[in-house]
C-alpha cells in the first residue's frame, strides 16, 4: 500500500512538472511576442516624430508665407480675432441673459402669484388708520373746569402722572389727548374718562385712577399677545417677549396697528411657507415676531431692529426667528427660506392699499430721491416716477445707449434703488429707448 501511495504521488509530481513546463513555454513565446511589438513602437515612436518636427517646419513656413501676403503678423490677427469673437460674444451674452432672465421671471412671476394670492386671499383685514391724539366725549362742558380745577391743579397732576398733553379748546363737549407713546395715552383716555364718570377729580383721585388704568391696560394688552399666540397655535414663547408684543396693540406705523400687522405678516407667512413644503409653525412665529423691538422703542434707544434682536436673543427664540427680524431690513443676509417668507409677507401686508398712511412730504421727496438716481446713470435724458412711486420711467438717449445695454441699465438703476431708498412693496423700473426717423415730403 505504501508503494502505491509512492507511485501515485510521483505520478502528480511528473503531472505538475509538466504543468511547469507548458506554462514556461509559453511565457518564453509572451516575451518573445512582447520584444518584438515593444520594438515596433519603438520603430514607430521614432518615425511619429519625425513626422511631427516636418509638420511643425512646414506650419512655421506656412505662417510665414500667410503673413507676408497678409500684410500682418499672427499676433495682430489673432487680436483683431480674439477682440471680434469677444464683442460678438458679448452680445450674444447679453441676448442670452435677458432672455433667460425674462423666461425665469415669467415662470417665478406665475408660481409666485399664486402663493401670493393664495396667501391673502385666505387672510382679509381690515384697516383703520389711528392718529397721535385721543379724543374723549364729555357729558357737558361744565365738566371741562372741573378736570382743569381751581389754578389748573387737577389738570397738571394729570398731565404729570400719565405723561400725555390734555388739550381743551372750544370743542363742544371734547376734550384730545395728545402724546407720541400710544401705551400712555390709551392709560389716559381710560382714567379720563373713569374720572369723569366717577365725577370725583383731584390729584389723589387722579394719581389712584391713574394707576388702575395702567393695570387694566397692561392687562389688555398681555391678553392680547396671548390671544394672537393662541389663534396661530403658537407656545413655548418667554413671558417677557410675550409682554412686550402686546405693546404692539396700541403701536402704529404710519396709521398701521403694529399688532393686527405682526398677525398678518404671520398668517401670510404661515400659508406661503404651506404651500412651498416648509416649516409653518416657525415661519409664523417668525413673522408674528419680526417688529416685536416695535414694543420697546419709546422707552429704550436703538432701531427696533436691534431692540427685537436683542430681546428674542435674551429669551433664546430659534435662528430663524432672529435672522427674519434683521433681514426683513436687510441688515443681514436670508439664511433661511422662512425669513424670505416673512420679508415677502411684511411687504404685502405693509403695502396693500388702504394699510399705511404717509405723509406728503416724505411722499414728494421718496418721488424725487427716484428721479435723481436715475438721472445719475449716463445715457439717461429723461425720467418720470407713475403710479404714485412704484413705477419709474427712464428715458434713454440712442445715439448713446444701445439696445443690449438697456438691461443693464434697468438692472443699475434697480440695485441702486434698493441701496439708498426705503420703501413698501416693489418698484418697477422700466428703460425706454427710441429712434426716430424724420423727412419731408417737398
Known sequence: ???????????????????????????????????????SLDTL?????????????????????????????????????????????????????????????????????????????????????????????????????????REGRNIRAFEQATGIDVIIDDTPEAVVLSGYNPVRREVARIALESLIEDGRIHPGRIEEVVEKSEKAV???????????????????????VVKVLGRLKYRTSYGQNQLQHAKEVAVLAGSMAAEMGLDVQMAKRAGLLHDVGKGLTHEQEGTHVELGYRLCKRYKEPAVVLNSIKAHHDEEPHTFPESWLVTAADAISGSRPGARREMFEGYVKRLEKLEELAMEHPGVERCFAIQAGRELRVMVEPERVSDEAMAQISADVARKIEGELQYPGQIKVVVIRETRAVDFAR
Open 1 to 39: 500500500r505504501r508503494r502505491e501511495d509512492l507511485e501515485r504521488s510521483e505520478r502528480r509530481l511528473a503531472e505538475r512538472t509538466e504543468t511547469l513546463d507548458r506554462r514556461s513555454d509559453q511565457l518564453d513565446a509572451r516575451e518573445s511576442a512582447q520584444e518584438e511589438r515593444t520594438r
Open 45 to 149: 515612436e521614432a518615425e511619429t516624430k519625425k513626422r511631427l518636427q516636418e509638420a511643425r517646419e512646414a506650419q512655421v513656413d506656412l505662417q510665414g508665407r500667410l503673413e507676408q501676403a497678409a500684410g500682418i503678423s499672427a499676433a495682430d490677427a489673432r487680436a483683431q480675432l480674439i477682440e471680434g469673437l469677444e464683442d460678438k460674444a458679448r452680445a450674444e451674452a447679453a441676448n442670452t441673459l435677458r432672455e433667460i432672465k425674462e423666461e425665469a421671471q415669467r415662470t417665478a412671476e406665475r408660481e409666485a402669484k399664486r402663493i401670493v394670492s393664495m396667501a391673502i386671499q385666505r387672510m382679509a383685514a381690515e384697516e383703520t388708520a389711528q392718529l397721535t391724539v385721543s379724543v374723549v366725549q364729555l357729558p357737558s362742558d361744565e365738566m371741562k373746569g372741573r378736570i382743569i380745577g
Open 218 to 240: 397692561e392687562k389688555e394688552m398681555q391678553e392680547a399677545a396671548e390671544e394672537a399666540l393662541y389663534s396661530l397655535s403658537l407656545h413655548n414663547v418667554h413671558p417677557e
